[in-house]
T-cell receptor, first 111, second 113 residues
Framework: DAEITQSPRHKITETGRQVTLACHQT?????MFWYRQDLGHGLRLIHY???????NKGEVSDGYSVSRSNTEDLPLTLESAASSQTSVYFC??????????FGQGTRLTVV | KNQVEQSPQSLIILEGKNCTLQ??????????LRWYKQDTGRGPVSLTI???SENTKSNGRYTATLDADTKQSSLHITASQLSDSASYIC????????????WGAGTKLIIKP
């Protein structure tokens, strides 16, 4: 079955370290998204991509970067982790305006 | 500014009872509205999608309504079950900004036996 997987599921890192969260989907969807979810907030868009070599900034992109070298993967990199980036991160994929399918999430703690 | 507001923030009801969750939005121009269910520790899963011309859409015990004039939507859950305990999130797609999804903060629903 097609799916979208995130790794790791849990990560603890130190302030200032570079961290990369992986997202892999097997639906062959063109659209991929990274969100963060914090208590009391809706999901907030970090970065998104509409295809290979295409990346765009979302509403909370500062301190994050992505790259899209193939259809299946959109890794999210925190260049220099900060405590404010402690959150749950969700990756999603979709076709056009169709339903977005989400991964299981990655809980990141920056200490 | 495009916004989606949901109420109540949280709700506790007894198993078997009905409930209605509210969503108000200021997103313009409007493309569609989805309700997602998010179980604890998991990613959101779409329940329904409604476009401008649709007033009501059902998915089993879930019924969503949309009033595009007042920019309001509701999600009604009938005969609640323990498995309905989750967060329910309203998401509106804007025709601007490359069809950006505007997410509400969600309503946390707890069903008690």
């Amino acid at each position: 079955d097609a799916e979208i997987t995130q790794s790791p599921r849990h990560k603890i890192t130190e302030t200032g370290r570079q961290v990369t969260l992986a997202c892999h989907q097997t639906w062959n969807h063109n659209n991929m998204f990274w969100y963060r979810q914090d208590l009391g907030h809706g999901l907030r868009l970090i970065h998104y991509s509409y295809g290979v070599q295409d990346t765009n900034k979302g509403e909370v992109s500062d301190g994050y970067s992505v790259s899209r070298s193939n259809t299946e993967d959109l890794p999210l990199t925190l260049e220099s982790a900060a405590s404010s980036q402690t959150s749950v991160y969700f990756c999603a994929s979709s076709v056009g305006q169709g339903q977005a399918f989400f991964g299981q999430g990655t809980r990141l703690t920056v200490v | 500014k495009n916004q989606v507001e949901q109420s109540p923030q949280s709700l506790i009801i007894l198993e078997g009872k009905n409930c209605t969750l509210q969503c108000n939005y200021t997103v313009s121009p409007f493309s569609n509205l989805r309700w997602y269910k998010q179980d604890t520790g998991r990613g959101p899963v779409s329940l329904t999608i409604m476009t401008f011309s649709e007033n009501t859409k059902s998915n089993g015990r879930y019924t969503a309504t949309l009033d595009a004039d007042t920019k309001q939507s509701s999600l009604h859950i009938t005969a609640s079950q323990l498995s309905d305990s989750a967060s329910y999130i309203c998401v509106v797609t804007s025709l601007d900004s490359n069809y950006q999804l505007i997410w509400g903060a969600g309503t946390k629903l707890i069903i008690k036996p």
